[in-house]
């Protein structure tokens, strides 16, 4: 049974620090493509960041400089460090996994609250 489980979701003041945690199961996790993405009440998911098998990764823009991807795969977890956070950032933050095109699994999902 694969199992994506995230963590590290909560309220924050803007400008502060977060760090959510996705724990993986019931797959080969290092051959697998890693991803964040994100809801926003009324909103459509958006992906924040992405981090290959290989370990390269990718942002959206409005991310970049203040969220970092990680992944080890020899604990098969997938870090999303998020600093400088702003109130447009209050989302309900999804771990994903693919191996081609789509995503195969997600999680269920941490909510994270930024208040300015």
């Not at 795969?73 to 789509?102: F, I, W």
């Amino acid at each position: 049974q694969v199992q994506l489980v995230e963590s590290g979701g909560g309220l924050v003041q803007a400008g502060g620090s977060l760090r959510l945690s996705c724990a993986a199961s019931g797959i080969t996790f290092s051959i697998y493509h890693m991803a964040w993405y994100r809801q926003a009440p009324g909103k459509q998911r958006e992906v924040v960041a992405t981090i290959t098998s290989g370990g390269s990764t990718d942002y959206r823009d409005s991310v970049k400089g203040r969220f970092t991807i990680s992944r080890d795969n020899a604990k098969n977890t997938v870090v999303l460090q998020m600093n400088s956070l702003k109130p447009e950032d209050t989302a309900v933050y999804y771990c994903g996994a693919r191996r081609v095109k789509s995503y195969d699994y997600w999680g269920q999902g941490t909510q994270v609250t930024v208040s300015s």
